[in-house]
């Protein structure tokens, strides 16, 4: 990874979450939308009370909250909150004497899940500017953390995993869904921003990945596949085939 020019990446990858956020319907790796949620595993009953658009550029790679098994009263974070649809799921599940808390680094994502969340009266939720591998919160000052598609996006994975750690509560949770690889991936396409940005070049392997949680201090209980992800552009279905590139979701707890 000391070849990744961790600018470039991080560059990159703002430039296609604010296309994502303000284009949703233009043209990606990946797919986006309330078909791909609800294939995914979202409920329906989920969707139909939470913002349409933030559904439209939902760019999710799996479905974990019936691992995360979110309860009432809970505060909940939201790694790489996006345009809002994962937040505003958890607060259907946390209710009104609980709390979502949102950060992501793409302003304009962050502006369209503010303004969702302003129309539709989310009022246990709030978004924060910030990078899910520094983050500005407390110790063990959350009861679960949740993150979708997003952590293979960040150069340093063990310090995301380290910071998700350090602010969960004691028996507090991680759940998330992520893209990982079973062949370890070469150069070429490590250092290729674009394909980071298509959550491929960023991938780590799925015993790496592992093994950073179990770093972190978190033992993981649930890991699963999510074979009905699936990417949609030839040069990234060309990586996913060589190098196994997959979804999966896991929940790890903190001892």
Avoid at 25 to 48: K, V
Avoid at 57 to 77: C, I, K, N, P
Avoid at 189 to 199: E, G, H, K, P, Q
């Amino acid at each position: 990874m000391s070849a990744v020019d961790t600018h470039a990446v991080e560059t990159k990858v703002k430039d296609m979450y604010e296309r994502v956020a303000q284009d949703p319907h233009g043209e990606f790796h990946f797919e986006m939308g309330r078909a791909l949620a609800e294939r995914l595993g979202y409920s329906p009953y989920d969707l139909d009370r939470v913002p349409a658009p933030s559904m439209d550029s939902f760019a999710g790679v799996g479905h974990h909250f019936d691992l995360a098994a979110l309860q009432s009263g809970e505060r909940v974070l939201d790694l790489g909150s996006g345009s809002g649809l994962d937040s505003f799921v958890a607060s259907l599940k946390v209710g009104a004497t609980g709390t979502v808390v949102g950060i992501d680094m793409t302003v304009a994502q962050l502006d369209k899940a503010n303004e969702l969340r302003q129309q539709g009266g989310f009022l246990n939720v709030e978004y924060v500017h910030g990078y899910i591998d520094q983050l500005p919160f407390e110790d063990e000052s959350f009861d679960a953390v949740i993150s979708n598609g997003v952590i293979n996006l960040v150069a340093d994975k063990d310090n995301t995993f380290k910071q998700a750690a350090r602010v969960l509560k004691r028996g507090g949770r991680l759940a998330l869904s992520d893209i990982v690889t079973g062949v370890q991936l070469p150069q070429g396409i490590v250092c290729d921003a674009t394909l980071w940005a298509a959550c491929i070049g960023g991938a780590m392997h799925r015993d790496s990945y592992q093994q950073a949680i179990v770093d972190a201090g978190l033992t993981i209980e649930v890991v699963q596949p999510n074979p009905q992800y699936r990417f949609i552009s030839d040069q990234a279905n060309g990586a996913t085939t060589k190098y196994e590139v997959q979804s999966i979701s896991l929940v790890a707890v903190k001892p």
